[in-house]
């Protein structure tokens, strides 16, 4: 069953790496990546080997004379896994572990591992929870189609079999139970989402690639003391604040998890409910880490996961972090010029924010609009409401009513509009 761990110290454990990509110029950050991940789960890599592939083999992933070599190499070292970096059937996990005499796990395990260590609310656990089981739903189809093949007849019902079946059925109602019950977390959520809606301040969602630096950022528009780590994964779960921006404008800012390139499409699904709030976002901060050289392979999968999600189409500003680790100015400033609507920043030192906050205040002026009405005397609190949540240009006390001229965000220009005059 599932495992959700949460605050528990593991020992460490040794790892052989295996690493697949095909484009050698790559391999580099390929190979720090996964470095990362690791450390992030308490894995120690003890060796690395390299398999170039244009096609995974169906058996074994990797091809058989790699097999023999890295079951020396685990033999050798005495390693407590092998880590495939990349997505493995449930067949081909078994048929390595025989091979290798150890543990196999794959990237999306590791993944997972480390989402389950990081979740701290009711929320992030049951989405690492169902994550998991979802993962493994496919490899306890495999191992059953495979039992069932071996035996072939009618009637044949073995223990193994009938514990697969019972595992399977387990598995599947605890999906179902899960997902009732992240049913019921995101409503609490949609009903704090219209609890700020509220107060009409545009929505934008920080989002990016692990480690880019949004935490950093929402740390320090906020002035908030989030964790902010090198880890990957350092955030899980959302948060949202309120940020001012100069000239008397708002909006509600929300930090969330972190993307990876080659997550799968089923994993990314079961966090829908943490990436809700990018969903509903009216605009996005794209954090891009400038410092690293696979920033826009980065770029891209950061992309793809908002196609995913449904919100590629939504405005975004790109905003180029970790500039203080970028020496070449003139690249940088070629960099900003080639990307629409794109700012170069730096989170620890302040630099460029000028730059973003105007970025963002253009931004949420171009979801305001300008009202002109007359409010009654019975409807005063109107006024209030203008001042409170939007920026008031012009007040002026008439016969039949308060004359004002505000810029407002949608909701509360429609319930103005019925009192809405030429000038
Ligand atoms: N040099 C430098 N380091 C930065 C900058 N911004 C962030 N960092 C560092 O980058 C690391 C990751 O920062 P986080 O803010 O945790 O990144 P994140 O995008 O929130 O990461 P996850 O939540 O793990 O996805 C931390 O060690 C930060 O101190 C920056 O502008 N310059
Ligand atoms: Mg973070």
Redo the contacts with the bound molecule.
């Keep these: 069953m599932a495992k959700t761990l949460q605050n528990l110290e593991l020992p460490i454990e040794t790892a052989v790496l295996v690493f697949i990509n095909e484009d050698d110029s790559e391999d580099q950050v390929v190979e720090d990546e996964l470095v990362g991940l690791c450390e992030a789960a308490n894995v120690e890599p003890i060796a690395t080997i390299r398999q170039r592939l244009d096609r995974p083999y169906k058996g074994t992933f990797v091809g058989t004379g790699k097999v023999e070599e890295i079951a020396a190499l685990a033999h050798e070292t005495n390693a407590d896994l092998v880590l495939i970096d990349a997505e493995v059937s449930g067949m081909q996990q078994r048929n390595l572990e025989e091979a290798f005499k150890c543990k196999v796990i794959d990237r999306t395990q590791l993944i997972l591992d480390i989402f389950a260590r990081r979740a701290r609310t009711r929320e992030g656990m049951l989405q690492v929870e169902l994550a998991q089981l979802t993962y493994m739903m496919p490899k306890l189809m495999s191992v059953y189609t495979k039992f069932e093949r071996q035996k072939g007849g009618i009637g044949m019902r073995g223990p193994g079999e009938t514990k697969l079946e019972s595992d399977k059925r387990l598995a599947r109602d605890k999906i179902s139970a899960l997902k009732v019950e992240i049913e019921d977390v995101k409503r609490v959520r949609s009903q704090q989402r219209a609890s700020r809606r509220k107060h009409p301040f545009p929505f934008a969602s920080i989002v990016?690639y692990?480690?880019?630096?949004?935490?950093?950022l929402m740390n320090l528009m906020a002035g908030t003391d989030f964790l902010?780590?090198?880890?990957?994964?350092?955030?899980l779960d959302p948060t949202t604040r309120k940020i001012d921006l100069p000239d008397g404008y708002a909006l509600f800012l929300t930090d969330t998890?972190?993307f990876i390139r080659n997550l799968p499409t089923h994993l990314v699904a079961a966090f829908q409910s943490t990436l809700e709030e990018v969903t509903f976002s009216d605009f996005i901060l794209h954090?891009v880490d400038l410092?690293n050289p696979a920033w826009e392979v980065q770029k891209d999968a950061v992309h793809h996961t908002l196609e995913i999600l449904g919100a590629s189409d939504k405005p975004m500003i790109t905003v180029f972090?970790?500039i203080?680790?970028v020496p070449d100015k003139a690249e940088l400033t070629r960099i900003v010029a080639e990307w629409p609507n794109s700012v170069a920043i730096?989170?620890?030192?302040g630099l460029g924010m000028t730059d973003l906050q105007l970025a963002i205040k253009r931004q949420v002026q171009s979801l305001l609009g300008t009202v002109r009405a007359v409010i009654p005397y019975s409807q005063q609190h109107m006024l209030q409401d203008c001042y409170d949540f939007g920026r008031v240009l012009k007040e002026e006390y008439r016969d039949n009513g308060i004359y004002v001229e505000a810029e407002l965000v949608n909701e509360l220009r429609q319930k103005l509009l019925q009192y809405s005059v030429e000038s």
């Design positions: 990016g692990t480690s880019a630096g949004k935490s950093t902010a780590d090198a880890m990957p994964f350092a955030t998890v972190g954090v410092a972090n970790k203080d680790m730096s989170a620890t030192t």
